[in-house]
């Protein structure tokens, strides 16, 4: 018999066990100084909220308070003072007006994708949203414009391998670079590689790079209004526009073509709901008369921004909806506002997107403005995902069981992908 129990527990618990006694006495005693001289803030646990008082007026029941003696009185009620308002403007001391009294509040909300939306559906959404007809891979005509031996960078192989070793070994003096400088530095390295090409083809000199420009478009698709806004990567815009990818006849072909439905997912999922915006909004980003105004090609970083990391799926959605963005500002600017059924040239804009090794690419030509119903002319959306630039870049061998599994240095580079990025650079200039 366990000496050590009390006779009040034994008269109490008469099946009483000693082990499971000592088994719980120890579990509660962990549970207890589980977080012992720990913050709240390391446990991860917020303060509960507090409850405001209610103040409860009964007519004929004034309350009494000490604001007449100017000074704390016990027992007696706290002053309700009415809110002092400063008869000048600090912008210091602003405060936000509610939504329902600013002059741009309106009872239809919009719905709104900025850079850092992540759409659930990914490409399916975007492809909704824009009333476009995806089509895998590149145009073939435009993927021949980087065979011909003229349109070459000399010792082209050679050339862009020691741009990803620039990037991924010489440019930093860590065992392991972030991504982020590394895939920025390889896509400087790239675009200065093509841009060797201007003394043949002198229409690369029309061109300029913009960054941290900020978009803004509106459309209406079905019965809901839905905004592009926001900055979106590098652009490489010039004074000419593209020309087209397909003709008339295949354009009047994507009539035919049936949207795909996501049903009962809502088009608008994670996507900004506002009540105060801008109805007919339209910013391509630059004042009128600049004179690189086409958009030619947008260069995305997956890890551009530190604060929102997207998903592939979500990446290519965000490179789908802001190459849709850019070329609906051109067509508002040239064609104005009202829906068009079929424009007279339809607008190409380029999208780019990278990660430091694989390449996402991207063509978007906008042949119709009405996109509020599902029938007639769709848009195009040409797209070549995932495509690596070369396997494994490593300052240190990778070895498993004594074996060396990796090798140190650049491996498995693929000179189809960068072929592939030439083109898409030289579009319009050959």
Avoid at 1 to 14: E, N, Q, S, V
Avoid at 332 to 360: E, K
Wanted: charged share 25%.
């Amino acid at each position: 018999m366990f000496t050590g129990m009390p006779h009040w527990l034994r008269m109490a618990a008469p099946s009483f066990s000693p082990t499971v006694f000592l088994k719980n006495l120890g579990r509660m005693s962990t549970q207890a100084r589980r977080h012992f001289a720990v913050s709240r803030c390391l446990t991860a646990k917020a303060p509960p909220a507090r409850r405001p008082r209610e103040r409860v007026e009964i007519p004929g029941f004034e309350m009494v308070t000490y604001g007449e003696r100017m000074h704390y009185v016990p027992g007696l009620a706290k002053p309700v003072y009415p809110q002092w308002e400063r008869d000048y403007k600090d912008p210091r001391h602003y405060k936000t007006p509610p939504a329902h009294q600013m002059p741009l509040y309106k009872e239809k909300p919009c719905y709104v994708y900025n850079q850092r939306t992540s759409a659930l559906e990914g490409v399916r959404q975007a492809l909704w949203l824009t009333k476009a007809k995806l089509i895998s891979g590149l145009p073939p005509r435009l993927l021949s414009l980087a065979e011909s031996p003229a349109n070459q960078i000399p010792d082209q192989d050679e050339r862009v391998q020691n741009a990803i070793k620039h990037a991924r070994f010489w440019d930093t003096t860590e065992d392991r670079p972030c991504k982020e400088k590394y895939s920025n530095t390889l896509l400087s390295n790239l675009l200065h590689l093509c841009a060797t090409l201007q003394s043949r083809h002198p229409a690369i000199g029309r061109r300029i790079l913009a960054e941290k420009y900020s978009l803004a478009t509106t459309w209406k698709r079905g019965e809901d209004l839905f905004q592009v806004r926001g900055q979106n990567g590098l652009l490489y815009n010039c004074m000419d526009p593209l020309p087209e990818v397909s003709g008339k006849q295949e354009v009047g072909d994507t009539a035919d073509h049936v949207l795909k439905s996501f049903y009962p997912v809502s088009p608008s999922i994670d996507l900004q709901k506002v009540h105060v915006y801008k109805e007919e909004v339209n910013c391509s980003g630059f004042r009128e008369g600049y004179p690189y105004p086409h958009a030619h090609t947008l260069y995305f970083q997956e890890e551009g921004d530190i604060n929102c990391k997207l998903r592939p799926k979500q990446f290519r959605a965000k490179m789908v909806m802001f190459a849709f963005g850019n070329a609906l500002a051109r067509a508002h600017s040239l064609y104005g506002t009202q829906p068009q059924s079929v424009l007279g040239r339809p607008i190409t804009v380029q999208a780019v997107g990278t990660n430091g090794r694989l390449f996402q690419f991207l063509v978007f030509q906008l042949n119709t403005t009405d996109l509020s119903g599902d029938n007639g002319i769709k848009n195009q959306v040409w797209l070549d995902e995932d495509v690596e630039l070369y396997d494994y870049a490593k300052l240190r061998p990778l070895i498993k069981k004594k074996q060396v599994k990796v090798p140190a240095g650049l491996a498995g580079y693929k000179p189809e992908t960068f072929r592939k990025f030439l083109a898409l650079y030289l579009h319009g200039a050959v």
